[in-house]
Structures are given as structure tokens and as C-alpha cells.
């Protein structure tokens, strides 16, 4: 069962402590609620929550009895907090720098993109320099854009480091308590081609032929038709399906059912990813493909699927790819009259 705590909520692997500031103490500190992060650790986040709790408490009655000068809560030193590094301060005496942000937010926020947020670091400082970030400007970010293109970098690769920079400057602003514009966020690009959100379903016919030639001899890898088949009854996406163990499965054929979850195999992106799915049609007969422990990286199967895409449907649109099969459950729900 999964642990409450009050004022502490999780986003992503990070906690946050979060409490509102009573009406009649807003007031003293300009403020409509507080918002600390403390870290990835469960229990030293409760710990932190705690400290952060008895110095609230003091505040409010402080405030409340027109002592002067009430102490504003804050965290207490690192040294203190049990953290290895210098990040979270009781405010900021000098703005940081983006390298400093992406180092403090890689120690408290630890994430999968943050390869992504190395290599974005590493573009925009050779471009634009090792600014603060109140000095960062629009100009600064589409420099970065424009740099990333000239190298090459597909627009894909391009709104991942947006996107891994744009969340360090969004959890530093809340951190600090600071109101300022995210230059990162929103960046538009220029002929980028199709997002995700614009993908379209593979109509039956284009099913079929992408089935027939993944039962082929021109696949080396039989477990891709495998996994072709689970995302085709399911939501899944490719590394989920291909990044099963045997504890993944539940329930008693004919029902069965998968557990979306963390394992030894695959990681989750976001907690709110974790969630579990019927097994139906054609994917049941398949799923014993898929948890074997043989050698098998679910990372590259997005790739070598949307290969064997483009060899079976050499006439595809643009904005078709093997997540297009997840849109045609979207399609099914639809038309069987789901409101969600």
C-alpha cells in the first residue's frame, strides 16, 4: 500500500513538501503556499517535512501574536538535511548559473533525461556562455535551437533537451520561490516535421502487411513480432512490452493481465506511467515470448520496429510509426463509446 504523508507529494522520483499559508498570515510573507523539494529519499523527505512542519507551526504563531521579525521556515542546511551538496539554501544570495542549476537539479531531481540535460548544457554554454538564468533570454534559446540544428541534431533530439533544461528551470523557480518567465518552454521549431500528438493509426490493411513481414525470414529477431502484437492489444509502448518479466504477468489464462512497473529489466520514465492492462486477442498467445530471460534490450525495439515499418509500408505517411498501433486503441475506445 502506498504511503501518505501530509504536505509531502511525489513528482516523478522527487518529493515536495507543499503547504498553504493561512489567510490571515499571508501577509507576513507575501506568500500563498510553501513549496520546498527535499530530495528522491522517502525518509529523509519525511524528515525534512518534519523539521519543516515545526518551523511552519512557530511561524504562524509568531505571526499570529505580532512578534517581530518572525523566522521565515526554510530548510536546514545540507550538512544537516543529510545531502551531499550545497543546492537548497534559505534563499538565494547570488543568482546561479545554468551549469550550477543543472548540477543542483541533477543531485536533488535524479531523472532519465538527465543525459539530455548534459547534453543540452553543453551546447548552450559553447553558444550563448554559462549564464544566470535570470539573464537567459528568447535570443539565448533559439541560439541553442539553432546550433543544435546545424549540427544535425534531428527536431526530436532538439525538443528532448528543450524539454530537459525547460523542467531545471521550472523546478529551480519553484524552489526559490520565483515568478519569472521559462524562455525554454513553448519553443516553436521550425519544419519539425510531425509530434506526437500528430500521429496517425495504421488502418487494417497496413496491420497486415507489417504482420506477414515480421513472420518472414527477413527478420533476425522473432520476438519483435512478439511485441508487435502486445502493443497491438494493448497501450503498451515498445520498451514496456519488450521489458517483461514473468513477476509482470498476472491472473489465470484465458485472463491474464500485464503490471506496467519498474523491474530489473526497464525503468519507468514517471510513476504515473505505472499501471496494468488485459492481455487480449492475438497478444495472449505471444506473451511467453516475452519473459524469458534471454539477453533482450526493450530500448532499441522502438527503432527496430519502425525499420521493419518502413520495409513492410515503404509508401507510409510521415506521421505513421509503430506508437501509431497505441492511436487505433484510442480509435477502438471510441467507437465502443468510452467517455475516457
Same mark, same amino acid.
Given at each position: 500500500?502506498?504511503?501518505?504523508?501530509?504536505?509531502?507529494?511525489?513528482?516523478?522520483?522527487?518529493?515536495?513538501?507543499?503547504?498553504?499559508?493561512?489567510?490571515?498570515?499571508?501577509?507576513?510573507?507575501?506568500?500563498?503556499?510553501?513549496?520546498?523539494?527535499?530530495?528522491?529519499?522517502?525518509?529523509?523527505?519525511?524528515?525534512?517535512?518534519?523539521?519543516?512542519?515545526?518551523?511552519?507551526?512557530?511561524?504562524?504563531?509568531?505571526?499570529?501574536?505580532?512578534?517581530?521579525?518572525?523566522?521565515?521556515?526554510?530548510?536546514?542546511?545540507?550538512?544537516?538535511?543529510?545531502?551531499?551538496?550545497?543546492?537548497?539554501?534559505?534563499?538565494?544570495?547570488?543568482?546561479?548559473?545554468?551549469?550550477?542549476?543543472?548540477?543542483?537539479?541533477?543531485?536533488?531531481?535524479?531523472?532519465?533525461?538527465?543525459?539530455?540535460?548534459?547534453?543540452?548544457?553543453?551546447?548552450?554554454?559553447?553558444?550563448?556562455?554559462?549564464?544566470?538564468?535570470?539573464?537567459?533570454?528568447?535570443?539565448?534559446?533559439?541560439?541553442?535551437?539553432?546550433?543544435?540544428?546545424?549540427?544535425?541534431?534531428?527536431?526530436?533530439?532538439?525538443?528532448?533537451?528543450?524539454?530537459?533544461?525547460?523542467?531545471?528551470?521550472?523546478?529551480?523557480?519553484?524552489?526559490?520561490?520565483?515568478?519569472?518567465?521559462?524562455?525554454?518552454?513553448?519553443?516553436?521549431?521550425?519544419?519539425?516535421?510531425?509530434? +506526437?500528438? #500528430?500521429?496517425?493509426? !495504421?488502418?487494417?490493411?497496413?496491420? *497486415?502487411? /507489417?504482420? =506477414?513481414? @515480421?513472420?518472414?525470414?527477413?527478420?533476425?529477431?522473432?520476438?519483435?513480432?512478439?511485441?508487435?502484437?502486445?502493443?497491438?492489444?494493448?497501450?503498451?509502448?515498445?520498451?514496456?512490452?519488450?521489458?517483461?518479466?514473468?513477476?509482470?504477468?498476472?491472473?489465470?489464462?484465458?485472463?491474464?493481465?500485464?503490471?506496467?512497473?519498474?523491474?530489473?529489466?526497464?525503468?519507468?520514465?514517471?510513476?504515473?506511467?505505472?499501471?496494468?492492462?488485459?492481455?487480449?486477442?492475438?497478444?495472449?498467445?505471444?506473451?511467453?515470448?516475452?519473459?524469458?530471460?534471454? +539477453?533482450? #534490450?526493450?530500448?532499441? !525495439?522502438?527503432?527496430?520496429?519502425? *525499420?521493419? /515499418?518502413? =520495409?513492410? @509500408?515503404?509508401?507510409?505517411?510521415?506521421?505513421?510509426?509503430?506508437?501509431?498501433?497505441?492511436?487505433?486503441?484510442?480509435?477502438?475506445?471510441?467507437?465502443?463509446?468510452?467517455?475516457?
Amino acid at each position: 500500500m502506498k504511503q501518505t504523508f501530509k504536505h509531502v507529494f511525489q513528482r516523478g522520483s522527487a518529493y515536495r513538501y507543499r503547504r498553504r499559508v493561512p489567510q490571515d498570515v499571508q501577509k507576513h510573507t507575501n506568500k500563498r503556499e510553501w513549496v520546498f523539494g527535499i530530495g528522491t529519499d522517502l525518509s529523509a523527505a519525511i524528515a525534512r517535512a518534519e523539521d519543516l512542519n515545526t518551523q511552519i507551526e512557530r511561524f504562524i504563531a509568531q505571526c499570529r501574536n505580532d512578534e517581530p521579525s518572525p523566522a521565515a521556515p526554510q530548510l536546514s542546511p545540507m550538512a544537516e538535511a543529510g545531502l551531499s551538496g550545497s543546492w537548497i539554501q534559505p534563499g538565494l544570495t547570488t543568482e546561479m548559473k545554468i551549469s550550477e542549476a543543472v548540477a543542483r537539479d541533477q543531485e536533488l531531481y535524479p531523472t532519465p533525461s538527465n543525459a539530455q540535460q548534459s547534453a543540452a548544457l553543453t551546447v548552450f554554454v559553447a553558444e550563448c556562455g554559462d549564464l544566470p538564468i535570470s539573464q537567459i533570454q528568447r535570443t539565448h534559446v533559439m541560439a541553442f535551437v539553432a546550433a543544435c540544428q546545424n549540427s544535425g541534431h534531428k527536431p526530436s533530439s532538439i525538443r528532448r533537451r528543450l524539454g530537459a533544461i525547460s523542467a531545471v528551470i521550472n523546478r529551480y523557480h519553484q524552489d526559490f520561490d520565483i515568478v519569472r518567465r521559462n524562455h525554454f518552454s513553448r519553443v516553436p521549431l521550425r519544419n519539425a516535421g510531425p509530434t +506526437a500528438s #500528430d500521429r496517425e493509426p !495504421l488502418d487494417k490493411t497496413q496491420v *497486415q502487411a /507489417l504482420d =506477414r513481414f @515480421l513472420r518472414s525470414d527477413q527478420i533476425a529477431d522473432p520476438h519483435l513480432l512478439s511485441v508487435f502484437w502486445l502493443i497491438r492489444c494493448s497501450t503498451l509502448g515498445p520498451s514496456e512490452a519488450g521489458g517483461l518479466l514473468l513477476n509482470d504477468i498476472g491472473g489465470v489464462p484465458p485472463v491474464l493481465h500485464v503490471s506496467v512497473q519498474s523491474n530489473a529489466r526497464r525503468s519507468m520514465k514517471a510513476n504515473s506511467r505505472r499501471r496494468d492492462f488485459p492481455i487480449v486477442g492475438p497478444a495472449a498467445h505471444h506473451i511467453a515470448n516475452l519473459v524469458d530471460e534471454r +539477453a533482450f #534490450d526493450p530500448k532499441t !525495439l522502438s527503432n527496430k520496429l519502425n *525499420q521493419s /515499418l518502413k =520495409r513492410a @509500408l515503404p509508401n507510409k505517411r510521415a506521421n505513421q510509426s509503430v506508437y501509431s498501433l497505441r492511436h487505433n486503441w484510442k480509435d477502438w475506445l471510441v467507437r465502443a463509446g468510452a467517455s475516457h
